[in-house]
């Protein structure tokens, strides 16, 4: 199909929209939020096809758009006087209302409901085309589903060309964030997604709002979605993005400590630091930063990065909205620097002793972030099981289990597989280390330290405060890996000539701890232990 590529200005943009939404088909429009992909609402048949354009699951209902308020009447069973105080002070405007629906709306719209969501937009172009049309239009956002919502007609094109009988060009969408969307049929009221409206002037109105736990949190297995739309990934690039919490110091250390080229989206001044960058809005100003988010993460694979760390935006007003997307772009995926407690990063050659230095610090009241534990933990994370699926074949499934053995015989192969094994599981073991750094500080520990034999090839070095490096002689550590791992000499030297030489641990930590068996360990530690 020829995709109509239509202009707001344009004399005959509007009939014609009317005229193609009119005969049963599919127009995306501009509208103050974000595009929307139009159908007319009262005929089944065109809804339908949104859903196929789309990929869209079609369990997720659609809002009703009309462009006054006598429209409302036929869709609903009855209208909540509530309805008319919102309208009144927030319509036109991005606010979505959901009430009991009449009989008029068909199945395809709120599949399995009994309630319909309405809007009116007050973008002047979306209001036009549905008076032409004379009919309500039921409109998701314009995107491919799972994609990030389109502010601009370039991005709707990019998703749905060929797909869609048009598209009208308005400009750029003003929020940029879609709509909030309450409901009017749960006591009290119900916030079910946060948008252009806060959650404050909603309760200006009705007095009390209840807000859905899935504005903040994933769903839990098996719960059932109050707004379906609201589900684990969505507005995602195909990049992984990170939400990166705590100060633009910390962002920038940590970022410019990753081992890949990443993509900073950041706020405005922030992005001269790094190699790629993209600024979404202002650091204090959360309308700029909604305005700018999803062409910011758009940007992001048009870069052709893998990964991109996001600066956590403020979370109140119409903050909430912005927040609410990104964790659900990153698949709820956050780190947060912001670090309460001295880390500690414990190092060392195979064989030195480190698990015996780790074991004096915890005794000591520090709490231990092991990563080799948590290099196992890492490859139970379903995402990342999806991604070495996708790197090293589905096969490594076994009856719904990941087969490590298989796994490890096929990366390790060669140079590159090992790369890119570890471009999968670093990124997850970091986070996981993070995580619990922050538990450690919850549980009252004194410093928390990373156990990791490869630290300073790790961004988790940029963590730390302090380094400590455990050595032992050459000898020494032959036969302390013989008796540990039951092995040969040959094999013990050939995994010894493995790992980087002796002066590449010295030279970059702050303290090196001497495990031959001949000095005290405590003693040598005491520097680390009273300084934490
Ligand atoms: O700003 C917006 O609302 C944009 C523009 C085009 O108006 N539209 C939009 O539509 O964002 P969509 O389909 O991408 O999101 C609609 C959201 C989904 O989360 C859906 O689950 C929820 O509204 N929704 C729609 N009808 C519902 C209903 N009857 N009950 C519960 N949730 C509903
Ligand atoms: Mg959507």
Redesign the pocket.
């Known amino acids: 199909m020829k995709t109509l590529h239509l202009n707001s200005n344009d004399k005959n943009a509007i009939t014609t929209a009317a005229e193609i939404l009119r005969s049963g088909g599919l127009v995306a ?1 501009p ?8 159908a007319n609402a009262l005929d089944g048949e065109a809804v339908k096809k949104i859903f196929e354009a789309k990929g ?1 699951p079609n369990d ?4 009703v ?1 009309i462009s006054s308020l006598e429209e409302i009447n036929p869709l609903v069973e009855s209208v909540d006087p509530r309805l008319y105080k919102l309208a009144e002070k927030y319509w036109p405007g ?1 606010l ?1 209302i ?1 009430l009991k ?1 009449s009989d008029l709306i068909p199945d395809e ?2 599949p399995n ?1 009994d ?3 309405i ?1 009116m ?1 007050s973008h002047e172009c ?1 209001r036009a085309i549905i008076r032409e049309s004379g009919v309500p239009l039921a ?5 491919a589903s799972g994609k990030p ?1 389109p502010t601009k007609a370039a991005h709707v094109i990019e998703d749905l060309d060929g797909k869609i009988d048009a598209v009208i060009d308005g400009g750029e969408s003003d ?1 940029g ?3 909030t ?1 309450v ?1 009017l ?1 749960t006591d009290p009221p119900t916030l ?2 946060p ?2 409206i806060t959650p404050d002037q909603l309760v200006d109105v009705l007095g009390e709002l209840n807000i859905s736990s899935a504005v903040y949190e994933k769903l839990k297995d098996g719960e059932q ?6 589900k684990y990934k969505h507005y995602a690039p195909s990049a992984q993005v990170t939400i990166i919490r705590g100060s633009f110091e910390n962002y920038k250390k940590f970022l410019l400590a990753q081992k890949d080229t990443v993509c900073a989206v950041c706020f405005e001044g922030e992005g001269k630091h790094f190699e790629k960058y993209i600024e979404y809005g202002k650091k204090n100003d959360e309308f700029s930063q909604a305005h700018s988010l999803f062409d910011a993460l758009r940007e992001v694979d048009a870069m052709g990065c893998k990964r991109a760390f996001v600066r956590c935006p403020m979370s109140e007003g119409v903050g909430l909205a912005v927040y609410n997307r990104l964790l659900r772009s990153a698949a709820f995926r956050i780190i947060d620097l912001d670090i309460k407690i001295p880390v500690i990063g414990l190092t060392g050659q195979t064989g030195s002793g480190k698990t015996t230095v780790a074991a004096i610090l915890k005794e000591n009241g520090c709490a231990i972030v092991d990563t080799d534990i948590l290099a196992r933990k890492a490859v139970e994370n379903p995402e990342v099981i999806a991604m070495l699926c996708k790197e090293f074949g589905d096969d490594i499934i076994e009856n719904g289990v990941l087969n490590r053995r298989e796994l490890a015989r096929r990366a390790f192969a060669t140079k590159e597989g090992t790369e890119k094994l570890s471009a999968i599981t670093h990124p997850e073991i970091t986070r996981l280390s993070v995580e619990l750094i922050h538990k450690a500080y919850e549980s009252g520990a004194k410093a928390a330290v990373i156990d990791a034999a490869l630290l300073f090839d790790s961004p988790l070095a940029c963590l730390c405060d302090k380094t400590v490096s455990v050595c032992a002689s050459e000898n020494i550590r032959l036969e302390r890996i013989m008796k540990r791992d039951g092995i040969s000499e040959n094999d013990a030297l050939l995994r010894m000539n493995a790992q980087p030489p002796a002066e590449y641990y010295t030279e970059k930590s702050d303290i090196i701890i001497n495990n031959d068996g001949t000095n005290d360990l405590k003693e040598q530690l005491s520097e680390v232990l009273n300084d934490t």
């Open positions: 429009i509208t103050e939020t974000v595009y929307g992909l139009a869209r997720n209902p659609l809002i758009h991005p979505t959901i629906k719209v709120s409901l309630t319909v969501a809007r937009p979306a409109a998701p956002s314009a995107n919502s929020v964030v879609e709509s969307v409901t049929v079910l997604r948008g252009g979605a109050q707004s379906p739309g609201m």
